[in-house]
Nanobody
Framework: QVQLVESGGGLVQAGGSLRLSCAASGRTFSNSAMGWFRQTPGKEREFVAAISWSGDNTYYADSVKGRFTISRDNAKNTVYLQMNSLKPEDTANYYC???????????????????WGQGTQVTVSS
């Protein structure tokens, strides 16, 4: 059974930093892209960042570019999201996602991902 478990969320002041982690179990994702999405109540889940299977390629939403960094450790089957210069509008439930397939590009659409975590809440106070 595949599981993605996020951790590292919490409450932080604007301008602060948090590091999210997502540990995968049940299968290896060393040949697949992984990503982060976020969602607030009443809104669609939106793309935040994604990373290729090798870690060589990354892709970010414009709203987080230059502030967030995605990375992965395939030996640990884990993906990270370092979030700096956080803003109140970054407040959301953050979800880790994993693609079951190999792709030649870094996917950013929800339906490209097959496995999802339960989410971790990030709250940024002003």
């Amino acid at each position: 059974q595949v599981q993605l478990v996020e951790s590292g969320g919490g409450l932080v002041q604007a301008g602060g930093s948090l590091r999210l982690s997502c540990a995968a179990s049940g299968r290896t994702f060393s040949n697949s892209a992984m990503g982060w999405f976020r969602q607030t109540p009443g809104k669609e889940r939106e793309f935040v960042a994604a990373i290729s299977w090798s870690g060589d390629n990354t892709y970010y939403a414009d709203s987080v570019k230059g502030r967030f960094t995605i990375s992965r450790d395939n030996a640990k089957n884990t993906v990270y999201l370092q979030m700096n210069s956080l803003k109140p509008e970054d407040t959301a439930n953050y979800y880790c996602a994993a693609d079951r397939n190999y792709r030649a590009y870094v996917p950013s659409r929800r339906y490209d991902y097959d496995y999802w975590g339960q989410g971790t809440q990030v709250t940024v106070s002003s």
